[in-house]
């Protein structure tokens, strides 16, 4: 949970997810909607999936019996590296380094080397560590070593005075600190203006949602989302654009996301549409009073809280068709 979440965000949800599944069985057997309900709030829902999928790989491969070394753990789906360093490491004593982006700061630092994003460098940070990580203790090794560059030899002002290492680090002998490492190389984040579509059956106050087959957000449950030049697909349904608009980021994507509300007089919708849309066959109606649980995404939430908003208002009725 903490890869690409703060702790902060992380500790919470952990608490909830641990009450709701207690075992590799029970995370094995849950479902998806609960799984993305618990989920929720924390993006890339990749790695929920992983987690079940390495779940159901325990039970149903490996008759329940965890892995017993780093190898072993690489073999999991959705496990890399990193994660099977740290198990083998910390609850496996195995003599094996485990390597994250505080890891890489220190070793860089050590080293004075700003070559570290490329194969060539990481392979070198690898080959470093894996000469000095004990064969007594590895684990306890590993975590000190995230905890000096989490806390002492920091990104932005290094507590080098404090620092145990201070008499090894070639970079500070050299005076270069602050260019070990080297700033990662970032995606150039994509704009995108995202259309969520919110078919609502007013006379029994329910929406329809379903999981959603493609796009970043594919596996998760949600509206049906669409692009500007996509929203003539839907010119056959009176479709109401809510004046308002909210913005997302999820990894390096930007998103301006508006809401579009198209009311039925029916639960029917069209499966050939719906799944033109990039939904599943298996569509849901869903009560207003349950909706926001269903929902997978931060992102779906956000345009809901934008249409409640409009809706207490009356101002939904107020606006006009769309001439789409």
């Known amino acids: 949970m903490s890869q690409q979440t703060t702790l902060a965000v992380v500790l919470p949800k952990f608490a909830e997810f641990i009450q709701q599944l207690p075992t590799v069985d029970a995370l094995a057997k849950c479902d998806e909607e609960k799984l993305h309900q618990l989920w929720a709030g924390l993006g890339y829902y990749a790695r929920a999936r992983n987690l079940k999928k390495g779940a159901d790989f325990i039970v149903n491969r490996l008759n329940g019996r965890f892995p017993q070394s ?9 496990c890399g590296e990193y994660t099977a360093a740290a198990i083998a490491s910390i609850c496996l004593n195995e003599k094996v380094a485990c390597i994250d982006g505080n ?27 894996t000469q000095i990580v004990p064969s ?55 704009e995108i203006e995202l259309f969520v579509l919110i078919f609502w059956h007013q006379k029994t106050d329910s929406f329809a949602i379903g999981e959603r087959t493609d796009g970043f957000l594919a596996k998760t449950i949600g509206f049906p989302l669409t692009t500007a030049n996509k929203l003539p697909q839907i010119g056959s349904w009176r479709a109401i654009q809510l004046p308002s608009k909210f913005t997302h980021t999820i990894t390096h994507h930007r998103i301006t996301g508006r809401v579009c509300v198209i009311q039925l007089n029916s639960d029917e919708i069209d499966r050939a ?51 789409l």
């Not at 490492?181 to 994509?190: C, E, M, N």
């Open 103 to 129: 890891v890489i700061r220190v070793v860089s630092r050590l080293l004075a080397l700003q070559d570290v994003w490329s194969v060539a460098g990481r392979s070198r940070i690898q080959d470093y560590l």
């Open 136 to 190: 007594d203790r590895p684990g306890d090794f590993n975590q000190a070593m995230m905890e000096l560059g989490a806390t002492i030899c920091r990104k932005a002002k290094p507590l080098c005075d404090l620092c145990p290492l201070q008499r090894q680090c070639l970079a500070f002998a050299r005076n270069c600190i602050e260019a070990c490492p080297p700033k990662k190389p970032r995606y150039a984040s994509v």
């Open 70 to 78: 780093y190898r072993e753990w690489l073999q999991i789906p959705g």
């Open 273 to 323: 549409t719906w799944q033109d849309l990039g939904l599943s066959k298996t569509l849901h109606w869903i009560y207003g009073t349950d909706i926001s649980a269903k929902l997978s995404t931060a992102l779906d939430r956000k345009a809901f809280q934008l249409f409640q908003k409009h809706s207490h208002s009356n101002s939904i009725c107020e606006q006009l068709a769309l001439d």
